[in-house]
Nanobody, 125 residues
Framework: QLQLVESGGGSVQPGGSLRLSCVVS????????IGWFRQFPGKEREGVAC????????YYAEVVDGRFTFSRDNAKDTVYLQMNHLKPEDTAVYYC??????????????????WGQGTQVIVSS
C-alpha cells in the first residue's frame, strides 16, 4: 500500500516562495507518474504540475507555468514543488498523487490511485 505524505506548506507573503515535499513509501517512486494538485474551498481539485513517466515530461498548468517547478529525487522517493512568486490566488490545499497507469490522462483526478493528506499554503500580506 502506497502512502504519500506532503509537507512544506505554510504562510508566506505575496512574492515569496515555498517548497513542498511529498515522500512516497511502500513502493518505488520511479514506477509512477506523479501529480501535484490543489484545491480551493468549495472547488474540485485542479492539476498544478504533473510528471508523466511514459514520456519523462513534466506538464504545468498555465497559471503556474514559469513560477512553479516540479522535481523528484528517486533515491529518496520524494517529489518537490518549488513555488516562487507566489500570489494570493495560489492559496489552497496542495496534494500530491501517484498514478500507475501507463498513459494516464494527467489532469484527470481519476487517473491517480493514491493521494496524500494535503498541505495548506496561504499567501497573504
Amino acid at each position: 500500500q502506497l502512502q504519500l505524505v506532503e509537507s512544506g506548506g505554510g504562510s508566506v507573503q505575496p512574492g515569496g516562495s515555498l517548497r513542498l515535499s511529498c515522500v512516497v513509501s511502500g513502493s518505488t517512486l520511479s514506477a509512477y507518474s506523479i501529480g501535484w494538485f490543489r484545491q480551493f474551498p468549495g472547488k474540485e481539485r485542479e492539476g498544478v504540475a504533473c510528471f508523466r513517466r511514459a514520456d519523462g515530461n513534466t506538464y504545468y498548468a498555465e497559471v503556474v507555468d514559469g513560477r512553479f517547478t516540479f522535481s523528484r529525487d528517486n533515491a529518496k522517493d520524494t517529489v518537490y514543488l518549488q513555488m516562487n512568486h507566489l500570489k494570493p490566488e495560489d492559496t489552497a490545499v496542495y496534494y500530491c498523487a501517484v498514478s500507475s497507469q501507463e498513459l494516464p490522462l494527467i489532469w484527470r483526478l481519476q487517473s491517480y490511485e493514491y493521494w496524500g493528506q494535503g498541505t495548506q499554503v496561504i499567501v497573504s500580506s
